[in-house]
Each structure stands twice: as C-alpha cells, then as structure tokens.
C-alpha cells in the first residue's frame, strides 16, 4: 500500500462489503439454477419421484439463498461500522479543518474592511 498518508481502511471495509455481496449473489444464484436443472432432469428421467425431488429441491434452495441472507446481513452491519470508522478517523479532523477554514475567512474579510 502507499505511503502517502491516507488511511486506506475505510476504502478497504467498502470494498470488502461490495466484493462479499457480489461473489455471494453470484455463487448462490450459479447454485441454485444447477439445482433445479438438475431436479428437472431428475423428474424428466423418473417423473414417479417428482413429488419426492421437487421437495428436496425446494428445501436445498431454500438453504443456498439462507447463505446469501447471511452475507447480506454481514454486509448491513459492516456498513454500519464503516460510518463509526469514518467517524472516528475523519470526524475529529473535518472539525478542526473547518474551524481552519472559519478562521481564514474571518481573517479575509477582516482584511476587505480594514482597506
């Protein structure tokens, strides 16, 4: 990483959110369209187990999207503690560095009415 000074974990906790919703999404989806490919080609070779595969598939389904609820709501409280790690990083110094600008304002208008 650079040296240059900036803190680079905010930048890292959103690209980590970001990334984690996007495999998620992709690798449940990628999984669940398998499983029913394969549930429909089961029934089309034994359509006397349809009832039985179909409510496999359904539960097996029902588990994959859980994991990616579960990434989601990671990625929710993540993106909580990212705002509390700007905070604390950020906040204290948008202070002062707005207390910086007020100052030099103040000075440039003292200076416009005193010519």
Do not use: C, H
Not at 101 to 108: F, L
């Amino acid at each position: 990483m650079p040296t240059t000074g900036m803190d680079w974990t905010p930048a890292m906790l959103a690209l980590a959110i970001g990334l984690g919703m996007a495999i998620a999404a992709s690798i449940g989806a990628l999984s669940q369209s398998r499983a029913i490919w394969r549930a429909v080609e089961a029934i089309a070779r034994q359509p006397e187990a349809g009832g039985r595969i179909f409510t496999s598939m359904i539960i097996g389904l029902a588990l994959i999207e859980t994991l990616v609820l579960y990434t989601l709501l990671i990625a929710i409280l993540l993106n909580g503690s990212l705002g509390d790690v700007i905070k604390a990083k950020y906040g204290k110094e948008s202070l002062e560095n707005q207390k910086l600008v007020d100052t030099y304002k103040a000075e440039k208008e003292a200076k416009e009415k005193g010519k």
